[in-house]
């Protein structure tokens, strides 16, 4: 993509760096660009990175207290961050007038891009990953008759192989979904 802004390079769906080097958020839900100033970098990291943040969360309380408040406190956690997000700090950014927007903002339009061989390959490895990793995760559960998740390495074990698990299937579903986009 060239425009005024030079040459625009994706980072990911919603971040964007253009041609002076300088960091552009898109807001999907206005469709609207913003800059994001050198000061506030470091709070548009700390908000890039809230979905991690949930998750050590989650994982910390589990491992002090009960499954439920674990997963309210991170809920808690991510919804806080996306509320800050929205309210306060995208109103305070500079808006980036004409910025062209990407019509793709999704995986699926990111990995339809790639040819089919690739994605074929990837939709393969991925889904192949993703049941070996449920499996070991019902290995890992199936040798304990009381399961807890009191035991913290346990508890680390079984959500990290859950977590890269749905992740892997993630990817494979998006990549039979820009495989088919991208027959038609």
């Not at 050590?56 to 309380?61: E, P, Q, T």
């Not at 499996?135 to 508890?155: A, G």
């Not at 079984?158 to 579903?173: D, Q």
Request: proline share 2%; hydrophobic share 50%.
């Amino acid at each position: 993509m060239d425009s005024k802004y030079g040459k625009i390079v994706s980072i990911n769906n919603v971040t964007f760096k253009d041609g002076y080097n300088r960091l552009i958020l898109v807001d999907k839900s206005t469709r609207k660009a913003y800059f994001i100033e050198e000061v506030d970098e470091t709070a548009f990291r700390i908000l890039d990175s809230r979905v991690t943040l949930a998750i050590v969360a989650f994982i910390f309380v589990s491992s002090t207290w009960n499954m439920v408040a674990a997963l309210i406190i991170s809920v808690l956690v991510l919804l806080a961050f996306q509320f800050y997000q929205s309210k306060f700090f995208i109103p305070q950014l500079r808006e980036a007038k004409d910025f062209p927007l990407p019509e793709d903002f999704g995986k699926v339009d990111h990995f339809a891009k790639r040819d089919s061989k690739t994605l074929a390959v990837m939709l393969v490895f991925f889904l192949i990953l993703s049941v070996l990793m449920f499996l070991s995760v019902k290995k890992m559960t199936d040798n304990f008759t009381n399961f807890s998740f009191s035991e913290v390495k346990m508890t680390v074990s079984v959500l990290g192989s859950t977590g890269i698990g749905l992740l892997c299937l993630y990817t494979a579903i998006a990549s039979a979904v820009a495989l088919i986009k991208k027959k038609k």
